[in-house]
């Protein structure tokens, strides 16, 4: 080997930590701007609890929570589970810390799955099964040095864009032959109604509420919010001395959001 690739190999080796720690920096400045917006624990564990005001009302009293900080598990985002320790026997039972309101809500459904046989899934794929947690005063004890789980990345994404109005269109299409896709579009679309009705866009805050309640007991903490892409784009088309009912012409309908947004229309 020449001197000269033994010494490209070794700047390779000094150089390679360099090139790595540098792409994680970002990363790492964007998580701690994140962190410094988070709403104060006390909001945080209020959210938390009206989660389970809505799942589990009877249980309101039996659960703890704790925001902590990310100390706690060496700088990472985690929750942890213990038995409470009770003084009175109205004391509650379970006491979930975490890191963010999401990490406490991720261990309630943890504790409530792996130690109550619990199942919460959206209302077409089983819905809320929760008939198998015990009443309060019996909720089974976690192990004596409790349970820590740490989030092994940092984030966890959900959605796409065609969730936001194309739903129920694409899962309904994708299981009709292609023969009779053209019917049946033209019945949707003539239909209007009937072809978005999964759609996000057709959501009322009832809905919302029970699906943001769903992300946060999964653990979800990007979800995509689309909601609204419009108004700001008009902002800034605006700023370009575009007239608001060019836009308008410009911005899809509300069942085909998806489509416009990610350039497919045309006319
Ligand atoms: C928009 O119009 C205003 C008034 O005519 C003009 O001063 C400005 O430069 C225009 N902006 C752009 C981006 O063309």
Avoid at 112 to 134: E, L, M
Avoid at 192 to 203: A, K, M
Wanted: with cysteine; hydrophobic share 40%; charged share 20%.
């Amino acid at each position: 080997m020449s001197s000269l690739s033994i010494l490209c190999l070794i700047l390779f080796f000094i150089l390679l930590p360099h090139t790595i720690l540098s792409k994680l920096e970002p990363v790492e400045a964007l998580l701690n701007r994140l962190d410094s917006k988070l709403s104060s624990s006390s909001v945080q564990e209020s959210a938390a609890k009206a989660v389970l005001q809505r799942l589990l009302p009877t249980h309101v009293h039996s659960f703890d929570f704790k925001i902590v900080s990310k100390d706690v598990c060496g700088g990472q985002s985690c929750f942890l589970i213990d038995n409470n320790k009770r003084s009175i026997q109205n004391d509650p039972e379970i006491m979930i810390r975490g890191t963010t309101g999401v990490e406490i809500t991720s261990g309630l459904h943890w504790y409530i799955k792996y130690w109550c046989g619990a199942h919460v899934s959206w209302d077409k794929t089983g819905g809320i099964q929760i008939a198998s947690v015990p009443s309060p005063g019996s909720l089974p004890l976690v192990k004596d040095e409790g349970v820590r789980i740490q989030r092994p990345v940092p984030w966890n994404y959900y959605q796409n864009v065609v969730t936001s109005s194309c739903k129920y269109y694409s899962h309904y299409m994708s299981n009709l032959a292609t023969s009779d896709m053209e019917t049946n579009m033209k019945n949707l679309v003539v239909r209007g109604s009937t072809l978005p009705l999964d759609s996000y866009v057709w959501w009322d805050w009832e809905k919302w509420e029970k699906e943001i309640d769903w992300m946060a007991l999964q653990g979800i903490n990007l979800p995509l919010a689309f909601t609204g892409q419009e108004s700001i784009w008009q902002k800034v088309f605006m700023n370009f001395n575009i007239s608001k009912e060019d836009l308008n012409d410009f911005f899809g309908g509300p069942s085909f959001l998806a489509w416009a947004r990610m350039g497919n229309l045309h006319g």
